[in-house]
């Protein structure tokens, strides 16, 4: 389950950013490494949103830095709906 | 319902560029229908194509994009009068040719909506025929 989400984020992510999955390591800077601009992170978060059917607020935006944060994060509210 | 004069109260684009000429329905932050009537007299028309005018695919995208401005600014975070808004991305699908006479009629909601951006669904109709649909994201930058 922890995978599952692991690997349907990278894959999210990389159909938004239009990189293939393998180069979104977990760990990868998505501003200075993978070139994610601001408008792709929100509609990141509005794709993890939808998929998880969770609502995650403005703020956290800012923590949307590698695809292992959006995994802490989106773990976190789905934990918090649950 | 908002008429040309409310409009260019809340777009910052001008003639020859306002894609909207009435706002039909309004419930902030939550759908808009706009209308812009299409005219055999649009300059555009003159070039795309000779003989055969059809209403170029980029212009409709600009109408939903300036029907989504009036949705974002109507929402409880009212934009700055001076603000400029930039196009983040656009996936639009074109289902029929939108020719003179026809009425292109938008319906806006929003899929998200944050303080400085939003992405939003994107509609348009002819009569009951979708012309055009898909999602927008722009930005919100105040001058």
Not at chain 1, 67 to 78: P, Q, T
Not at chain 2, 88 to 98: D, I, N, T
């Amino acid at each position: 389950m922890m995978q599952d989400i692991e690997n349907d984020i990278r894959n999210l992510v990389a159909e938004i950013i239009e990189k293939d999955p393998s180069e979104i390591k977990s760990d990868a800077r998505f501003v200075e490494d993978l070139g994610v601009d601001s408008m792709m992170a929100l509609e990141i978060l509005a794709g993890v949103e939808k998929k998880y059917k969770i609502a995650i607020p403005e703020e956290k935006l800012a923590d949307f830095k590698t695809l292992d944060s959006i995994v802490v994060i989106a773990r976190e509210y789905l934990s918090k709906n649950a | 319902m908002l008429n040309y004069e409310d409009i260019i109260k809340i777009l910052p684009q001008r003639y020859p560029f306002l894609m909207i000429d009435r706002v039909l329905e309004l419930e902030p932050g939550k759908r808009v229908v706009a209308v812009k009537n299409v005219s055999f007299n649009e300059e555009f028309f003159s070039g795309h194509f000779p003989g055969e005018p059809i209403m170029p695919g980029v212009l409709i995208i600009e109408a939903m994009a300036q029907a989504a401005i009036v949705l974002f600014y109507s929402g409880e975070k009212a934009a700055a009068k001076k603000t400029k808004y930039y196009l983040g991305s656009v996936k639009v699908r074109f289902l029929h040719p939108v020719i003179p006479g026809d009425q292109l009629k938008i319906t806006i909601e929003p899929i998200k909506v944050i303080s400085a951006a939003a992405i939003v669904k994107a509609i348009g109709a002819v009569g009951d025929k979708e012309v055009a649909a898909g999602e927008i994201s722009f930005m919100a930058k105040a001058a």
